[in-house]
């Protein structure tokens, strides 16, 4: 019973989740957790991660319960005081569903682990704890990640007035830059994403942007190239009035840095 009550707190969000948005497309659904690690445990929950948590996620993408797993650690920022150690992204192939005892044990016997879903529950909560679950739908991506990449999250603020004006400028305006960006080698990839659930007036932000880099030092490259880059895709637009525009649109309430440390994908 106690494994049950463990899940239920997750599952029984995904649940309320999927029906909120039954008559959504379904396609493009996450689920973004927020873990920290307990005190004097990082090294543990390495542990864990690299071998139970890793061995769980091949198990659910073998049963086709989702197609992706990412494991994001936080770069920046770091210490007691950040909302997040760890992040971990799974990428669903329909709605967002509950993850239930029965999901855990089909994914241990499928990655054929010796553990036991009581084992693995146990594991985890005795070296991290869950802050938060999201769910977000991807609405545009280009590139594909790979481990070792550092994600650039852009958490974005954006009134319903202008939320579909900001989507549509997105996909038009920044979606073909950055696939010149990662044409080039500049960016491994970027997406765009809507936050589904939670949702109200009294949410810190709506959406995020996501730029997908190399290396560190990518991250912080003043591209010399940018506006000759820009203007290869856009000949029609000016630099800064587009900027401007976006602007305009929506607010980037925060910036944060997290290093992909583990990546399992059906693809």
Not at 87 to 105: C, D, N, S, Y
Not at 170 to 178: G, I, R, S, Y
Not at 232 to 244: A, C, I, K, W, Y
Request: with cysteine.
């Amino acid at each position: 019973m106690r494994l049950i009550r463990v899940l239920s707190a997750v599952g029984f969000a995904l649940l309320l989740v999927a029906a909120a948005l039954a008559q959504t497309p379904n396609s493009g659904f996450h689920s973004v957790a927020c873990f920290k690690v307990k005190p004097d445990r990082m090294a543990e929950f390495h542990k864990f991660a690299a071998e139970e948590m890793h061995k769980v996620a091949q198990g659910r993408i073998g049963d086709g319960e989702i197609t992706a797993f990412y494991l994001l650690r936080s770069v920046a920022p770091q210490g007691q005081a950040a909302d997040c150690d760890y992040v971990v992204v799974t990428i669903f192939p329909g709605l967002p569903h509950m993850f239930g005892p029965e999901h855990l044990a089909a994914a241990i016997r499928k990655a054929g682990a010796s553990f036991t879903p009581e084992d693995y529950m146990a594991h985890r909560n005795a070296v991290a704890q869950i802050v938060t679950v999201s769910i977000f739908q991807n609405l545009a991506a280009v590139g594909k990640p790979k481990q070792g990449d550092y994600f650039q999250v852009n958490y974005m603020k954006v009134t319903d007035d202008n939320f579909d004006d900001w989507i549509a400028y997105e996909k038009k305006v920044w979606k073909p830059l950055a696939e010149a960006l990662v044409k080039d080698g500049k960016e491994s990839g970027w997406s765009l994403n809507v936050q589904r659930m939670p949702t109200g007036s009294e949410t810190p932000y709506q959406a995020v942007t996501v730029d997908i880099f190399p290396t560190m030092d990518a991250v912080f490259d003043d591209d010399p190239k940018f506006a000759e880059r820009f203007h290869s895709v856009h000949p029609d637009r000016e630099l800064g009035t587009t900027f401007q525009q976006f602007e305009r649109l929506r607010v980037r309430a925060q910036v944060r840095l997290f290093l992909l440390e583990d990546y399992v994908s059906s693809n």
